[in-house]
């Protein structure tokens, strides 16, 4: 096995870590350090936030559904652009594999919406 075709990936990786570094050091030096009372409030958009509980407060299961939601349809997306890019050389066995993928994903989608997961009251 060649490493030497790995450099660029550890590389990118390295720049990566070193801009992401980078900017944080040139911002907390070159930020101004004054800190009011409407600074360390949370920000809701431009409109007056409303007020939390001592301890932050609770929030609903939904949220947290709706996130998990996102993130296995957003996987389906991240295992659709390979099978794109290498479609001509994967043949009949990678279609009808993409199709099985494709098909257990619609039954959670079909599943999530008659259970009413994407209804936002």
Do not use: H
């Not at 911002?27 to 007056?48: F, K, M, Q, T, V």
């Not at 936030?49 to 949220?63: A, E, L, N, S």
């Not at 998990?68 to 652009?81: G, K, Q």
């Not at 994903?105 to 936002?120: D, I, M, S, T």
């Amino acid at each position: 096995m060649d490493l030497d075709l790995y450099v660029p990936i550890l590389a990118i990786g390295v720049l990566g870590a070193a801009f992401a570094f980078f900017s944080l050091a040139a911002s907390w030096l070159s930020g101004p350090r004054r800190y009011n009372r409407a600074r360390l409030d949370s920000y809701e958009c431009g409109i007056e936030p409303t007020p939390q509980p001592i301890g932050g407060g609770r929030f609903q299961v939904k949220y947290f559904i709706t996130a998990m939601l996102f993130i296995v349809f957003d996987i389906e997306i991240i295992f659709l652009y390979p099978f794109a890019v290498a479609f001509d050389s994967l043949g009949w066995f990678g279609l009808i594999e993409m199709g099985l993928f494709i098909l257990t994903l619609v039954a959670a989608f079909a599943y999530v919406w008659r259970r009413g997961g994407l209804e936002w009251d």
